[in-house]
């Protein structure tokens, strides 16, 4: 696929604005040549441990001390120290690129068009190239995830028209094709389609493969590149069409990863959580609550017990924010559809301490219940996006919360049609059998009106799995027989791993408390 357009003169772009005066793109101070150099010498040793030492600490280090608020040296200007190595300047700009969209701003449509060049140039190399490289999975996972990202932030930016200045427009429409939505689908599933990922992954469920079990590395002198780069691809399809809000195509996009087993995308704890997070989220948009709640309950357990050994990591406040995500939509789908089974110990404790008060309001069905849930969805959810460009000659206007406001619509209008729900769960909850007429004068309602109602918990507490099958997601079920309604409740299964997994983490915080103690 060929990048959009080619700049002429194979620079970097300026800087933005406010740098412009003191930063010097062509000026390499001793501690970046002295990194480029080991970087490089690194890439080609295929050492894959130094590798990621840099990548994580050198990079972050330099980039705090030296190029907290500027861009670092220009591509052109480190070439001299990497034999003016192709392959390794297009990596060295994904890396200049990701530092100024991290740090830099304001940031105009030449610098996020410039980007999308790059990575054009970087995935083509590995599509159809020889990439005779190993690099850290977490580099890789970032590669992707700041790919999906950038393409986000292009959006949400070229959305916002009101105060856009005359070049500002002109750059949107010299730049017309850059992100385009089809150009960075069609790479992520170029990446799935040309590592063969899937064909991988159901060989090594034969048996016949080592991909999980190698980390995806490759011991025996091959790349990881192509192969670590399709695997994550498809968690970045999943992110992308979550931000579409298209979740079943997500999901599809996700199904050849196995999340009840350790995976390549547990490796690197952002990878895990955003995996989980848009799975999570897919699940819940589409009712199937059950799923949502399995897999938001093991991974928020995961960072609990997890977290402080992140403290340091570049991603500690991207986890944190993420986890406080997890539990809004936890809370959400809990009140939508009670699943206390599906919940440790350790997570409700701190689910009740987070949104005791507000999942007390979304039991109810009035106008408070209504503002809690809109409250949760809106600082819980993705950044939705809308993909298409927008048309310059009409009068400008922001539309950046378009798709926001549209999938605040839809979930507000399911919850509206569920309100009515939770009291029909807390009277059946209460009996074995109860008659029709009996049960609507407690709800208030004629009996047709609850026969409605019974309905409509029926349909709402059932999904249709990703294998097409219908499943129900309540925690008890009942049927009718001579306006006699019979309820069924289900038998909890005891979790024995739960059990001795909250007792682990109870006993390594002691052994933490102990530690402290300052023995004379």
């Keep these: 696929m060929a990048a959009p357009y080619d700049r002429e003169d194979g620079m970097a772009p300026a800087p933005p604005q406010h740098t412009q005066d003191a930063y010097d793109p062509n000026y390499v101070p001793d501690s970046v040549k002295t990194f480029v150099v080991h970087l490089y010498r690194h890439i080609r040793d295929k050492n894959v441990y130094e590798i990621h030492q840099m990548y994580e600490g050198g990079f972050q280090r330099l980039s705090d001390r030296l190029f907290r608020d500027a861009p670092w040296p220009s591509a052109e200007a480190v070439a001299p120290y990497c034999d003016g190595d192709h392959v390794f300047l297009l990596l060295y700009r994904e890396l200049w690129y990701r530092h100024a969209h991290a740090r830099l701003s304001p940031l105009t449509a030449a610098h996020r068009a410039e980007s999308w060049t790059n990575y054009c140039d970087l995935f083509s ?57 089809y150009g960075v689908l069609n790479y992520l599933q170029a990446l799935v389609e040309k590592s063969m990922i899937t064909q991988i992954l159901e060989r090594e469920k034969e048996g016949l493969e080592q991909f999980t079990a190698t980390d995806g590395y490759d011991y025996e002198g091959g790349s990881n590149v ?201 009277y059946l909850k209460l009996y074995s059998t109860i008659t029709i007429g009996k049960l609507a004068q407690y709800m208030e309602v004629d009996e047709a009106t609850l026969r409605s109602i019974l309905m409509t918990y029926k349909h709402k507490m059932h999904a249709v799995d990703s294998d097409g099958k219908i499943v129900s997601s309540a925690d008890f079920d009942f049927y009718i027989v001579e306006d006699v309604i019979h309820v069924v409740e289900s038998k909890p299964t005891k979790s024995h791993g739960d059990y001795f997994l909250r007792q682990i983490l109870k006993f390594e915080e002691m052994i933490g408390e102990l530690e402290k103690v300052q023995l004379d």
């Design 226 to 426: 192509l192969k670590v780069l399709g695997y994550y691809s498809m968690i970045g399809l999943l992110r992308i069409h979550c931000l579409l809000g298209d979740y079943h195509t997500g999901l599809k996009c996700l199904a050849p990863i196995d999340l009840n087993q350790q995976g390549v995308y547990t490796i690197v704890i952002g990878s895990h959580i955003s995996t989980i997070y848009h799975y999570g989220f897919a699940n819940l948009m589409l009712r199937r609550y059950v799923d949502a709640t399995r897999e938001f309950n093991k991974i928020l357990l995961y960072i609990l017990k997890y977290k402080q050994y992140h403290q340091k990591s570049p991603q500690y406040d991207q986890i944190l924010k993420k986890n406080e995500q997890m539990y809004a939509l936890l809370a959400i789908g809990l009140s939508l559809c009670p699943q206390n089974k599906l919940i440790d110990e350790n997570v409700s404790t701190q689910l009740k301490e987070k949104y005791n008060d507000k999942m007390t309001k979304m039991q109810r069905y009035d106008d408070e219940a209504y503002a809690a849930y809109d409250e949760l969805f809106s600082y819980a959810c993705p950044k939705f996006i809308t993909p298409s460009p927008p048309v310059l000659d009409q009068p400008l206007t922001n539309y950046n919360q378009d798709a926001y406001r549209l999938q605040l619509k839809l979930f507000l209008y399911e919850v509206k049609q569920q309100q009515l729900l939770s009291g029909i769960r807390s």
């Design 125 to 181: 190399v590995v599509l159809h190239g020889v990439v005779n490289m190993q690099l850290p999975n977490q580099w890789l996972w970032d590669m992707v995830d700041e790919f999906v990202y950038q393409f986000q932030s292009f959006c949400q930016y070229r959305a916002k028209l009101k105060n856009k200045t005359e070049d500002e427009l002109q750059q949107l429409k010299q730049f017309d094709k850059a992100w385009n939505v």
